[in-house]
C-alpha cells in the first residue's frame, strides 16, 4: 500500500474519532481548507469546489 493511500485512511480515521474536519485537520497539523482536497485525491471524491 503505497504511502499515500496510508495517509488518507489516517486522515479519513481522524476525521470519524474526532467528529470534524476542522479537528482532524489540526490534528494532522493541516489548514481546514487543505484537508478535502486531500481526502478528495485519494478517495476520488470532488473538492468543496468542484
Do not use: C, W, Y
Request: proline letters at 12%.
Amino acid at each position: 500500500m503505497p504511502i499515500n493511500e496510508l495517509r488518507s485512511i489516517t486522515i479519513f480515521a481522524k476525521i470519524a474519532e474526532l467528529g470534524s474536519l476542522r479537528k482532524a485537520a489540526e490534528a494532522q497539523n493541516m489548514t481546514p481548507t487543505r484537508l478535502p482536497h486531500t481526502r478528495a485525491a485519494h478517495f476520488a471524491v470532488p473538492p468543496p469546489d468542484a
